[in-house]
């Protein structure tokens, strides 16, 4: 093996180290708040992490947009890592030329990931404003729509 080999094979294994945090720690918080009367409320407060929104969007029901996090955040960069732990065990350099052919193919995906991650933004920005609801009393329809737009704009 050469010295670019054993270089490859240190920064496989430093991106699995630093896999587990960036999947245990907090990724996003979300926070809703209304100001009334000069004083601000807050109304809603999340922080998960990747692993907590997998569990969290597969309890309530959102199975699709809980495996695409699963695929492209967790499963895909381990098996990359284990296949490329695989590629420099192979002796056959046929067998090494299909294995980093294909994962070559699947580095094209990588960025997947970010479209994961963004929709599981928007799943948690949808289920902050999902049940907020105003009820206006005797205003006047300007000061209900200005009611509305301070509740849209403070959770977005």
Request: hydrophobic letters at 55%; charged letters at 15%.
């Amino acid at each position: 093996m050469t010295k670019r080999n054993y270089v490859a094979i240190a920064l496989t294994i430093l991106s699995l180290a630093l896999l587990w945090p960036g999947l245990t720690r907090p990724v996003v918080t979300l926070t809703a708040s209304v100001t009334a009367l000069g004083t601000t409320r807050e109304i809603f407060r999340q922080t998960q992490s990747i692993i907590e929104a997998v569990r969290s969007l597969h309890e309530s029901g959102n199975d699709f947009v809980a495996g695409l996090v699963l695929l492209f955040s967790i499963m895909v960069p381990v098996i990359k890592a284990v296949l490329l732990f695989v590629l420099f065990a192979l002796r056959s350099p046929a067998g090494r030329y299909r294995l980093f052919s294909f994962l070559r193919s699947v580095s094209k995906w990588s960025m997947a990931d970010v479209f994961a991650v963004g929709t599981f933004i928007a799943y948690l920005a949808a289920k902050a404003t999902d049940n907020l609801d105003a009820v206006a009393g005797r205003a006047s329809t300007t000061s209900r729509a200005t009611a509305w737009s301070r509740i849209w704009l403070s959770s977005s």
